[in-house]
């Protein structure tokens, strides 16, 4: 089956610096990547949508130039939190939608900026 | 280790049929559960979440869930189904023990006859 591997799972960073989380589709092509965002306790939120070769398209009160997404191939997605503040802090998830598979999660980053 | 189990990969449901998505978890604790819907190239939308109290949780678009622990099971419903609820449902789990990240199942495509 479909296995999308998300990294870092866990990361610890300074307030002011950057972060970068990446998903890649290890058996299969991905040409649509998902990104979330999710509190403690609380539901996801989609971020932004990306196609491979295109611009993201971001969810309303998204920041773009905050979360950098870039889709560069079918097989690798990143999301960079730029200038990461404490209130960035988050689970952040990715989903890759691929036929016939469908729809496959990352494990998810979990991020805190201190 | 906390799971989601979706057994069914794909069901097909006529137009105006009743519907049931199966959910079981295997979670210790009393679980945060949650159902989402996947429409083709869409992000996820959340359909119902289950926190406490009332086991029998109606959520959006006429759908309903039942809690029970007995059978650590979060069954979605909808008594008439619509060829606009054609989509991937995923249940999920809240791990507790992570600080709320979700857990996924491995969705349920759902095909609607006319």
């Known amino acids: 089956g479909a296995v999308v591997s998300q990294h870092p799972s866990r990361v610890i960073c300074k307030s002011g610096t950057s972060v970068k989380i990446e998903c890649r589709s290890l058996?299969?092509?991905?040409?649509?990547m998902f990104w979330y965002r999710q509190f403690p306790k609380q539901s996801l939120m989609l971020m932004a949508t990306?196609?491979?070769?295109?611009?993201?398209?971001?969810e309303q009160g998204v920041e773009k130039d905050k979360f950098l997404i870039n889709h560069a191939s079918l097989t690798l997605s990143t999301l960079t939190v730029t200038s990461a503040h404490p209130e960035d802090s988050s689970f952040y998830i990715c989903?890759?939608?691929?036929?016939?598979?469908?729809?496959?999660f990352g494990s998810g980053t979990r991020l805190t900026v201190v | 280790a906390q799971s989601v189990t979706q057994p069914d990969i794909h069901i097909t449901v006529s137009e105006g049929a009743s519907l049931e998505l199966r959910c079981n978890y295997s979670y210790g604790a009393t679980p945060y559960l949650f159902w989402y819907v996947q429409s083709p190239g869409q992000g996820l939308q959340l359909l119902l979440k289950y926190f406490s109290g009332d086991t029998l949780v109606q959520g959006i678009k006429g759908f309903e869930a039942e809690f029970k622990r007995s059978q650590s099971s979060f069954n979605l419903r909808k008594p008439s189904v619509h060829w606009s609820d054609a989509a991937e449902y995923f249940c999920a789990v809240i791990d507790g023990g992570s600080q709320g990240n979700l857990i996924f199942g491995k969705g349920t495509k759902l095909s609607v006859k006319p």
């Open positions: 058996d299969f092509q991905a040409t649509t």
């Open positions: 989903s890759a939608e691929s036929r016939p598979y469908g729809y496959t």
């Open positions: 990306s196609n491979e070769g295109s611009k993201a398209t971001y």
